[in-house]
C-alpha cells in the first residue's frame, strides 16, 4: 500500500484558495485512483473529490463542484486539491486516501490506505 502525507492547509478569508498536496511513498503511486475527503467536528467524514489513475477522470462533490479541482503529478507520487471560493463551511480536516480500483467513488470504504489530514480552516 501507499503512505500518504497531506500538506498546505492553514487558515483563510472566506473567497479565499488554498492548495492542498498530498505525497505518496510506497507501491507505484500512478497504479491508484485517489481521493480528498474532509471531516469537520461533530460530523461524518465527506466526499470531496476523486481522481483517476490517469488523471484523465474526476469526480466531485455537489458542495464544491465548480470550486475545487483535483489534479495529479504521478512523475512527483503528488495529488492535489486546489480550493477556490472558499467558504466557511468548508472549514473541516482534510485527508486524502488510495483506491486501488480507481473508481472514482464517493464511498471511503473503497479506499485503502489514508494520510494523517491537514486542518483548513476558513473565515468568515
Known amino acids: 500500500q501507499v503512505q500518504l502525507v497531506e500538506s498546505g492547509g492553514g487558515l483563510v478569508q472566506a473567497g479565499g484558495s488554498l492548495r492542498l498536496s498530498c505525497a505518496a511513498s510506497?507501491?507505484?503511486?500512478?497504479?491508484?485512483?485517489m481521493g480528498w475527503f474532509r471531516q469537520a467536528p461533530g460530523k461524518e467524514r465527506e466526499f470531496v473529490a476523486a481522481?483517476?489513475?490517469?488523471?484523465?477522470?474526476?469526480n466531485y462533490a455537489d458542495s464544491v463542484k465548480g470550486r475545487f479541482t483535483i489534479s495529479r503529478d504521478n512523475a512527483k507520487n503528488t495529488v492535489y486539491l486546489q480550493m477556490n471560493s472558499l467558504k466557511p463551511e468548508d472549514t473541516a480536516v482534510y485527508s486524502c486516501?488510495?483506491?486501488?480500483?480507481?473508481?472514482?467513488?464517493?464511498?471511503?470504504?473503497?479506499?485503502?490506505?489514508w494520510g494523517q489530514g491537514t486542518q483548513v480552516t476558513v473565515s468568515s
Open positions: 486516501a488510495a483506491d486501488p480500483r480507481s473508481w472514482l467513488l464517493p464511498s471511503p470504504q473503497n479506499y485503502v490506505s
Open positions: 481522481i483517476v489513475w490517469s488523471g484523465g477522470a474526476t
Open positions: 510506497g507501491r507505484a503511486f500512478s497504479n491508484y485512483g
